[in-house]
């Protein structure tokens, strides 16, 4: 069995930070949440900026890991039913996540733990559960066996969470209001695949945040596309980060909540990028995951409804590369072998 584990590879990648005669960026590179994570700030209390950041990221670790037995995700997943005091800010990100399943048609659930584990992704021991095996874990799926009172929670017997597809994305917002209370009004940061771009680079042009090309996954400057973002969120969630292989197939960490598998959607990754309003990080890291799981026509379909307002690009298995028309302007294609197409 060959293992794979992208979790060191940042999905998208900021290019050309630096400019000739502007002062020198604080920056801090932080590995945390099973994934390097850099803070950097141009101006404002930069410094004091990154070393919070990094602090932050730190606390939230602590808070919601599913791995750390003494945070309050593990506290919750192994309460056996009982009520758990895990607070407000977790209650919070719990609601939101709530919000996002039904929003989504429940392609994203955080209940999916267990079935996740059956596939050997918390432990990296990969094995392919029978049908009847997941079956059985799926009884357990479902916000509906997920209770939030005031600062409470519980989970029904059985059922257990995992925070890894929106945690990122909530640490992106945290991340991003302690720059704006240091007074950084131009900087990035990037916690794996999710990044925000404050501002604009030192000489007033925008960010330029490279999209991973998924079929290069091991060359961090292989790129599908490149945008150019001032004060915005991009997010990719994408099927090459983190698989394994067995017997020729492949088998990668996002899963289908209908099946409990791999979520075949003909996509190989899903950006979704909106602009800086605080709860953007969250948002962009939930729908990634969900509009992945959707795969294109479904994925196109939400985005038309209007439910949120974000654009995409999706990375297709048959060699497309589509973006949604708030982009056209955005986006410039870069991998070769890709077909780029506009949708509105
Ligand atoms: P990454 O964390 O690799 O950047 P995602 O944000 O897409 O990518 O989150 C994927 C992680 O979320 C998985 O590793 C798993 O823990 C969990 N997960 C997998 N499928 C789903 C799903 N359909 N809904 C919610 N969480 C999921
Ligand atoms: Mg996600």
Excluded at 95 to 108: H, L, P, Q, V
Aim: proline residues 3%.
């Amino acid at each position: 069995m060959r293992r794979f584990t992208g979790c060191f590879l940042a999905a998208l990648l900021l290019l050309g930070l630096t400019a000739c005669g502007a002062k020198e960026p604080e920056s801090l590179q932080v590995i945390a949440m099973d994934t390097s994570m850099t803070f950097t700030a141009y101006d404002g209390e930069g410094e004091e900026a990154v070393s919070a950041a990094g602090q932050e990221v730190r606390r939230l670790e602590r808070l919601l890991s599913k791995t750390d037995k003494e945070s309050m995700v593990s506290r919750l997943n192994t309460a056996g039913g009982e009520r758990v005091a895990v607070g407000e800010e977790v209650c919070s990100l719990l609601k939101a996540a709530e919000t996002y399943s039904r929003a989504t048609d429940d392609t994203f659930d955080i209940t999916l733990s267990p079935v996740s584990s059956a596939w050997g992704f918390t432990t990296d021991s990969f094995r392919v559960p029978e049908r009847a095996e997941l079956d059985a874990l799926l009884k357990n799926v479902g916000m509906g066996h997920v209770s939030i009172q005031g600062d409470t929670a519980s989970l029904d017997a059985g059922t257990q969470i995992d925070l890894g597809a929106i945690a990122k994305g909530y640490a992106s917002d945290c991340v991003a209001e302690i720059f704006r209370e240091n007074g950084v009004a131009n900087g990035w940061a990037a916690l794996g695949g999710n990044v925000v771009a404050l501002g604009s680079r030192p000489d007033g042009s925008p960010w330029r945040v490279g999209i991973q090309d998924p079929q290069k996954a091991d060359d961090p400057n292989a790129f599908a596309g490149m945008l150019q973002l001032k004060d915005a969120y991009a997010v990719t969630s994408g099927s090459y980060q983190r698989f394994f292989e067995e017997n020729g197939k492949r088998y990668h960490h996002i899963l289908d909540p209908a099946t409990g598998a791999p979520a075949e959607s003909g996509l190989l990754s899903v950006t979704v990028v909106a602009d800086d309003t605080a709860g953007n990080g969250t948002m962009c890291d939930a729908l990634s995951t969900a509009l992945f799981v959707m795969g294109e026509e479904r994925a196109l379909n939400f985005w038309r409804s209007g439910a949120y307002d974000f654009q995409l690009v999706l990375v297709t298995q048959d060699g497309r590369v589509v973006i949604t028309d708030g982009l056209a302007d955005t986006f410039t294609s870069e991998g070769d072998g890709y077909v780029c197409e506009t949708v509105s």
